[in-house]
Nanobody
Framework: QGQLVESGGGLVQAGGSLKLSCAASGLTFNRYQMAWFRQAPGKEREFAAAINWNGESTTYADAVKGRFTISRVNAKNTVSLEMNSLEPEDTAVYYC??????????????????????WGQGTQVTVSS
C-alpha cells in the first residue's frame, strides 16, 4: 500500500490562489493515475481533477474548470493542484488519490472515489469572502 501526503492548504481570501501538493511513496508513481477530490462540511466527497500517468491527459469537474490546474512531476513522485480565483464555495478538505492505471487515457470511472486504491489524509482549504 502506498502513502500519499498532501500539503499546501490554508486560509485565503476570495479571488486568491493556493497550490496543493501531494507526495507519493511506496507505489509505482509513474504508472499511477492521480486525482484530487474535495469534501465540504456537510457534503459528500466530490471529484475535482485527474491526470494520467504521464501528465498528457487531464480532466476537471465543471465547478473548477478554468480555475484549477492539475500537474505532476514523476521524477519527484509529486502531483499538484494549482487553484486560482478561489471562491468561498471551494472551502473543503482536499484529498489526493491514486490508482494503478498505465494508459494514455484517464479511466472512465475517474470521478468515482471507489476507483482509487490510495488516499492521502487531506488538507484543509478555507476561502473567506
Amino acid at each position: 500500500q502506498g502513502q500519499l501526503v498532501e500539503s499546501g492548504g490554508g486560509l485565503v481570501q476570495a479571488g486568491g490562489s493556493l497550490k496543493l501538493s501531494c507526495a507519493a511513496s511506496g507505489l509505482t508513481f509513474n504508472r499511477y493515475q492521480m486525482a484530487w477530490f474535495r469534501q465540504a462540511p456537510g457534503k459528500e466527497r466530490e471529484f475535482a481533477a485527474a491526470i494520467n500517468w504521464n501528465g498528457e491527459s487531464t480532466t476537471y469537474a465543471d465547478a473548477v474548470k478554468g480555475r484549477f490546474t492539475i500537474s505532476r512531476v514523476n521524477a519527484k513522485n509529486t502531483v499538484s493542484l494549482e487553484m486560482n480565483s478561489l471562491e468561498p464555495e471551494d472551502t473543503a478538505v482536499y484529498y489526493c488519490a491514486g490508482r494503478y492505471y498505465f494508459s494514455k487515457y484517464i479511466s472512465t470511472q475517474h470521478r468515482n472515489g471507489n476507483d482509487y486504491s490510495d488516499w492521502g489524509q487531506g488538507t484543509q482549504v478555507t476561502v473567506s469572502s
